[in-house]
T-cell receptor, first 110, second 114 residues
Framework: GENVEQHPSTLSVQEGDSAVIKCTYS??????FPWYKQELGKRPQLIID?????GEKKDQRIAVTLNKTAKHFSLHITETQPEDSAVYFC?????????FGTGTRLLVSP | KAGVTQTPRYLIKTRGQQVTLSCSPI?????VSWYQQTPGQGLQFLFE???????NKGNFPGRFSGRQFSNSRSEMNVSTLELGDSALYLC?????????????FGEGSRLTVL
């Protein structure tokens, strides 16, 4: 089955810096890659997703890139702000099932 | 429109007991998925129901079971509770399925097993 690895587990940056979170997946048939943000004590919410027919997608300060050959995908956050502090989960859809990574705790210091 | 509602929000049980958690999806959503969230383990998939049928199942023991009703509301049950079952249980609904579009999560049911 699908296996998703996510790194780093913790990431600390200064406000205004960029943050990058990386994920790898094992199932070459996976074709849907969402990212969820979970603020402390709140429910996970989708922030961006990408499908396998595109290599990059941007939405304001966040972007996701996908390398199907290497089975890597990454989340890029530019000009980080304190409100970006949260746990971020990547996921990949294997055969009819969405598998999540173990999460990255991002801390943005003012 | 109303979001995903989970009940109860908090509960405490002792080893050996059983528990039933409920999830009401967003109106019109036919897929309900359940996840177990523990520190360091992320979101682990339990099962997905679509139109009252279990469509997918994760790698959890048979003590974990679920069902979905004709109005798409779903319940999950854990029997013979163990200490390691302490976790936040999240349900998520979507229109067609978890791998086809956005999942809308509930706030979760936090289970503590003593």
């Amino acid at each position: 089955g699908e296996n998703v690895e996510q790194h780093p587990s913790t990431l600390s940056v200064q406000e205004g810096d960029s943050a990058v979170i990386k994920c790898t997946y094992s199932d070459s048939a996976s074709n849907y890659f969402p990212w969820y943000k979970q603020e402390l004590g709140k429910r996970p919410q989708l922030i961006i997703d990408i499908r396998s027919n595109v290599g990059e997608k941007k939405d304001q300060r966040i972007a996701v890139t996908l390398n199907k050959t290497a089975k890597h995908f990454s989340l890029h956050i530019t000009e980080t702000q304190p409100e970006d502090s949260a746990v971020y989960f990547c996921a990949a859809s294997g055969f009819q099932k969405l598998v999540f990574g173990t999460g990255t705790r991002l801390l943005v210091s003012p | 429109k109303a979001g995903v509602t989970q009940t109860p929000r908090y509960l405490i049980k002792t080893r050996g007991q059983q528990v039933t958690l409920s999830c009401s999806p967003i109106s019109g959503h036919r897929s309900v998925s359940w996840y177990q969230q523990t520190p360091g383990q992320g979101l682990q998939f339990l099962f997905e129901y679509f139109s009252e049928t279990q469509r997918n199942k994760g790698n959890f023991p048979g003590r974990f079971s679920g069902r979905q009703f004709s109005n798409s509301r779903s319940e999950m049950n854990v029997s013979t509770l163990e200490l390691g079952d302490s976790a936040l249980y999240l349900c998520a609904s979507s229109w067609a399925g978890e791998n086809t579009g956005e999942l809308f999560f509930g706030e979760g049911s936090r289970l503590t097993v003593l």
